[in-house]
Nanobody, 120 residues
Framework: QVQLVESGGGLVQAGGSLRLSCAVS????????MGWYRQPPGKQRELVAG???????NYSDSVKGRFTISRDNAKNTVYLQMNSLKPEDTDVYYC??????????????WGKGTLVTVST
């Protein structure tokens, strides 16, 4: 029932910008935290940026100062504004959300990912 759909990925030159979106649909009572993840080669999936229902944010050190996460609670959507992109930012970016539904209570959900490619 609950579904997360990412969009906004693509090809961009180093130093450029992209904005990712993730829309959550379904029978939603509330959404707690939302976040964006990526998995560099040879590493575990890592949190890029996270945001609580009240708007508190946290970022990985590698993107701090370049990326901004935000959310629109009325639209059940989270965004990731990515500026000053570097080739090492290239990855599939996955949306994650903690969703509370009347039927199941709180559960963790993942999107299928959107590819970001940063060229030199």
């Amino acid at each position: 029932q609950v579904q997360l759909v990412e969009s906004g990925g693509g090809l961009v030159q180093a130093g450029g910008s992209l904005r990712l979106s993730c829309a959550v649909s379904g029978s939603i009572f509330s959404i707690t935290r939302m976040g964006w993840y990526r998995q560099p080669p040879g590493k575990q999936r890592e949190l890029v940026a996270g945001i609580t229902s009240r708007g508190s944010t946290n970022y990985s050190d590698s993107v701090k100062g370049r990326f901004t996460i935000s959310r629109d609670n009325a639209k059940n959507t989270v965004y990731l504004q990515m500026n000053s992109l570097k080739p090492e930012d290239t990855d599939v970016y996955y949306c994650n959300a903690g969703v509370v539904t009347p039927a199941t209570g709180g559960m963790d959900y993942w999107g299928k990912g959107t590819l970001v490619t940063v060229s030199t």
